[in-house]
Structures are given as structure tokens and as C-alpha cells.
């Protein structure tokens, strides 16, 4: 009875020193699942900013069809203005943010709201 006890101890005091020196591969699985999961939301959010601005390109584009000559900074500012009046920031929040003159930002902005205004309009009177 006395060496069952000692080798169940033996046995134990050996499967305990093993057991901190096993690799855990799970917590690999749960680092390589993580790595993925982050670079998965960073795609979406990068897919997401696309999107956003071929909305806006198309918009842009569909109000100044007539003006062919724009150069991609002036594209680029005016998909900037657009964004930004389209989450809510006011005139003067948004010629903070671009550094250009309030009066500058309404003229821009102006083919955008009134289109915005005129669909509204139509669509209560129908």
C-alpha cells in the first residue's frame, strides 16, 4: 500500500513538472484567430472608406457632369466638404476642418443642398 501511494505520488509530481512545460496550443490558435480577426476588420474598414467615397465621387459626378476639367485636388476637396456635411457638421465646422473661408464652403456645398432640398420637396408634394 505504501509504494501505490509513492508511485501515485511520483507519478503525479512528474506529470505536474510535465505539464509546465507542454506547449499550449491553443492559445497559439487563439493568437493566429485574433491576427486574423484584426487584419479581416481593417480590410472591412478599408472597403468601407472605398465605398464612402465612390458614393461621394458619384454624387460629385452626377452634379457637375458638365465640368470635365476638375483636377483630382479639387475632386479630393470636394469629396472631403461633402463627407463632412453629410455627418452633420455645419459650415463653419467644416471650413474649419478644409481651411477654406465659410462663404468658399457654401459655394461649393450649394449645387449639393439645394439638389438635396429639391428632391425633399418633390418627394413630400407627391
Known sequence: MEWTLA??????????VLSFFKEDKSSKIEDQLEHLSISFMQELHNVKNQVRNMELD???????????N????????LREILDLHKRGYSTEGI????????????????PYT?????RKKVANDA
Not at 508511485?7 to 505536474?16: E, F, K, Q, Y
Not at 476638375?70 to 476637396?77: A, D, M, P, V, Y
Open 58 to 68: 458619384a454624387e460629385i459626378a452626377a452634379q457637375e457632369a458638365s465640368n470635365q
Open 7 to 16: 508511485l501515485l505520488l511520483g507519478t503525479a509530481i512528474v506529470l505536474l
Open 114 to 118: 439645394e439638389s438635396i432640398a429639391d
Open 95 to 110: 471650413a474649419f476642418e478644409t481651411k477654406l473661408e465659410e462663404y468658399e464652403v457654401e459655394r461649393l456645398l450649394a
Open 70 to 77: 476638375r483636377t483630382s485636388s479639387h475632386q479630393k476637396l
